[in-house]
């Protein structure tokens, strides 16, 4: 018998009949002899509404002022979800409970509406699995040391789920979304995208960091960390399906290592619209002026991404970085207000219409001229490099936002992203 946990996400909780669904699929598996632990999302749109609430009472209050009450609320949907889900599988015969974060509990530190997950104590829930229930697990939250409820910010649940099943030293977490599976990129923009059956951690892991919507990137961390096997696929197709079809369609996130992965050169384009640029000009060029900006910078939880410091000249430089666009506005005030003066920074500019495209794949480690093609692709469409980054099995640059689609489709046909792969 093995242990199972599965992740459902908020189009797949987003009405009764969905909800039914999940209940159906998930006694099929535990009729199949598997141990369950679902974590589900909140309902489709139930999050940004609950928030949306919050922000009509205290419209032009700091949202940080608040924090801990914002954890409080958006738990709430994950909480619904889940005592939905409980009694859904009861309808099915099936005896079920259903936890929230608190409960189980899941530890976390205390940095209100980004949280991160600490410890799981499992003891609750494997008494449970022994006497035959299915499990239930909130995904999203979880508690700190002095009791508190927090969130661990959008896409929380993938992390709650993957988190699970490192606790539990779960078979395989199955994340059960919209969309069948990872592709080379997102179809809506590149209707020739090609769905991946297997995939590398890593390159999922800079898929998820660099834009890819399919999976949160802590909770890639969380699997490459401890090794968990995960599966991302549809819970759109029919719950009574063969569960040996089920259990190997999708795309399975694997380790490099894996001989059957698929052999190519770049796996993904992955490209983000929530991006920001802010540049310092005239910055004085002395030891200690990065930390000082960005010191600041992480301190208030902002999440920094490329960062650019140009040749000195007169001792003075400019320095640029890309924030999420949503921390854009509280970044500018915080370096205006703090650290600019203090600094001796001659003027701060910003622009929140860019966007970041990247290549993908641990197949550039061993080719070259792979950032050279992707350069020339862009260039033959007439668009400009404003930032560029890279790693091993990464290039990403800084484009104008409105760039962002035609960059996406000539880099999938300049890498003949199409195709499928060539044997090893």
Known sequence: MALIVHKYGGTSMGSTERIRNVAKR??????????MVVVPSAMSGETNRLLGLAKELAPAKASAAYERELD??????????????????????????????????????????????????????RADLSAGKVVIVTGFQGMDEQGNITTLG????????????????????????????????????????RRLKTVSFEEMLEMASLGSKVLQIRSVEFAGKYRV????????????MDIVQEATSGTLITFEEDEHMEQAVVSGIAFNRDEAKIALRGVPDKPGIAYQILGAVAQANIDVDMII????????TDFSFTVNRGDYAKAMDLLRNDVMKGLGVEDIVGDTKICKVSIVGIGMRSHVGIASKMFRALSEEGI????????????????????????????????????????A
């Open 26 to 35: 998930v006694a099929k598996w535990h009729r199949a002899g598997h141990q």
């Open 72 to 125: 409080m609320l958006a738990s709430t949907g994950e909480q619904a979800s889940s005592a939905l889900l409980a009694i859904a599988l009861q309808a099915e015969g099936l005896d079920s409970v259903s936890y929230a974060g608190w409960q189980v509990p899941i530890r976390t530190n205390n940095a209100y509406t980004k949280a991160r997950i600490e410890s799981i104590d499992d003891t609750r829930v």
């Open 309 to 316: 410091q140009n040749v000195s000249k007169d001792g003075r």
């Open 154 to 193: 959008r896409g929380g649940s993938d992390t709650s789920a993957v988190a699970v099943a490192a606790a539990m030293k779960a078979q395989e977490c199955l994340i059960y979304t919209d969309v069948d599976g990872v592709y080379t990129t997102d179809p809506r923009v590149v209707p020739e995208a």
């Open 229 to 240: 096997p995960l599966r991302v696929l549809s819970s759109f197709t029919p719950w009574d």
């Open 384 to 423: 400009n490099i404003q930032m560029i980054s890279t790693s091993e099995i990464k290039t990403s640059v800084v484009i104008d936002e409105k760039y962002i689609e035609l960059a996406v489709r000539s880099l999938h046909k300049a890498f003949d992203l199409d195709q499928p792969p060539v044997a």
